[in-house]
């Protein structure tokens, strides 16, 4: 497949978000676009749009046509947006915002839902697609991909439920991610080449009235964050849908979250990812269980595992091919393997994912991992979800703290403190054990769906 646009499963697809539906099918003879496709052969183009219905109609109808598609995910403001056109060498903007004055000279190009008859244009280029880390800190990397790269782990000729294995006779997928990020991209591209409907959350769309949405699509494919799911789980509109398959990839997939969701989803395949951005999807857990058996580094298919100072190391027709940014290190080593900063701990036949490399805490010398604290404190029937870090300390330089968010209908208070704390220390070393316990109305997510560790 050379385009996103010459898959035929793809003219099936519908987007279904709360102002309407998307219609992609509409595209092999309307455009979306305010100029002509074709007068965009060959240039550097960023994807700039409110919604990501639009984004998505214009990932379609210029794949294939411009040298490089840029697609930038919410939050990127006008400033920003400066800053990666110069790293992209931008040429134009599709967008379905006002264009703002930091836009410079480039072309602006309208994107929007009422589509004009258009000539279906030639599709003869390997575009590049260039995807934006969502780091913390920083401005973020400009990541390129190929659309065989982004595709590679798809298999639509297997089975259009993702070898689900569930006789699914309807599928319809659905995300919490926003699809211009990496793993909301996924999820798009999985439904635009099986051809199965998309239902996707607007901006700013509270959890309920998606929720809502979703049931009443009949959803059968659901992914999202740990943090997303836990975020559902809390809310009573969870009870309404009945997904048959459950992902999760982005953050650490504890024990806890995983029986949550098949206790809540008992006919449900519960399934966690490993993905990134640079090292694309690596592999899929199916029994139910954290961490991955170890036999993985030796039987997955198509990609390359090992383990070197405690990360772990992926090679694959999956990876990035470079980033943008010129001040960017080098994306692959010299042997073609992507470092993802994730350190793994092996225990009884299993890898456990301990944290990124550049999450650990110091602690009087000792190294602690938040995400392995806080896998102990969600076991805790009565814990919603923690989030541990530290606070400075003048006699060890720093302690462990955690914020600890409740069940509706838990009390916080000194017994469950103390509680809490029994819980690590039996399970964790004592440098690991938090010194104080602070009880929370909620822990805020970030706009990928992850616990904000700064601040």
Known sequence: MLSLGESQNLFRCTIRTATGDVLLGLLRNHSCLDTAASSLDGASVVVWTKNPAEAAMALVELDGIVGRLVLCPPGIGPDL????MEIAEANAVVSDQPRPDEAGAATWIRCQRDLQPAARPARTRETE??????GTTGLPKLVAHTLASLTDAIRVEASPCMRCSMGCSSLVWSTFYDIRRYGGLQIFLRAALTGAPLVLP?????????LARAAACGITHLSGTPSHWRAALMH???????PRYVRLSGEIADQAILNNLSAAYPKAQVIHAFA???????????????????HYIESLKGVEMK??????????????????NHDARPLRSADGFVDTGDLVERRDGRYFFMGRRDGVINIGGFKVHPEEVEA?????????????RTRRSPITGAVVTADVALRSGEKGGPELARELLGFC???????KVPAVVKFVPQIAISETGKLIRNG
């Open 236 to 242: 009573p509109g969870a009870k309404s849908i009945s």
């Open 81 to 84: 947006l400066a800053h990666v």
């Open 307 to 324: 383990m070197e100072d405690g990360s772990m190391r992926l090679r694959s027709n999956r990876l990035a091919t470079r980033y943008l």
């Open 129 to 134: 697609w260039v995807l934006l880390t969502s």
């Open 376 to 388: 102990v404190i969600n076991r805790h029937p009565g814990v919603f979800v923690s989030l541990v």
């Open 202 to 210: 607007d901006s700013q769309e509270p959890v309920g009235d998606f």
């Open 276 to 294: 990134s951005t640079e090292a694309g999807v690596a592999f899929e857990v199916t029994d139910g269980l954290a961490g991955f058996p170890d």
């Open 425 to 431: 220390r039996s399970s964790l070393a004592g440098h």
